[in-house]
């Protein structure tokens, strides 16, 4: 595989799914990521994708508990969750309008914080848990 740098960032979120290609679906309506790369695993798997989302990649696959040695499982798989991803949006307003529209679960209805940011966040299909809004650390 040839590698290309699409995003100047330093930090890649790497998550599972169990439908990773309905993630993928899911997240490109929900959200507006775009797909950059998808392989192919085995028994229609996904084993490697990277989808682009304002100018930020995310890494994912499908998830595989018995089949290799990357240990990171679906919320589900858990029973819980272990982290969040925060990602910038410049209008957060119509970005939360679009993922409800997709059948988002809205954890944190849309609003301004003390720190200035305008927000929400929101479990994706897969019950990974995502903040979308205006801050920039």
Same mark, same amino acid.
């Given at each position: ?30 959200? #507006?990521?775009? *797909?950059?790369?998808?392989? +192919?695993? &085995?028994?229609? @798997? ?5 989808? !682009? ?7 994912? #696959?499908?998830? *595989?508990?018995?089949?290799? +040695?990357? &240990?990171?499982? @679906? ?5 819980? !969750? ?27 209805? !849309? ?27």
């Amino acid at each position: 595989m040839t590698q290309t740098n699409v995003t100047t960032q330093v930090l890649y979120p790497a998550m599972r799914y169990r439908d990773a290609h309905a993630a993928i679906d899911w997240l490109e309506r929900a959200f #507006g990521f775009e *797909r950059q790369a998808v392989y +192919d695993g &085995p028994d229609n @798997t996904v084993a490697h994708a990277q989808l !682009l989302f304002n100018g930020g990649l995310i890494m994912l #696959g499908s998830s *595989r508990p018995n089949h290799d +040695d990357y &240990p990171v499982r @679906t919320p589900e798989e858990v029973g819980g !969750l272990s982290g969040s991803v925060y990602a910038y949006a410049a209008d957060p307003d119509a970005l939360c309008a679009r993922a409800k529209a997709a059948g988002a679960r809205i954890a944190r209805e !849309l609003a301004d914080t003390e720190y200035g940011s305008r927000e929400f966040s929101v479990y994706d299909c897969d019950g990974h848990y995502w903040t979308f809004g205006t801050y920039r650390p």
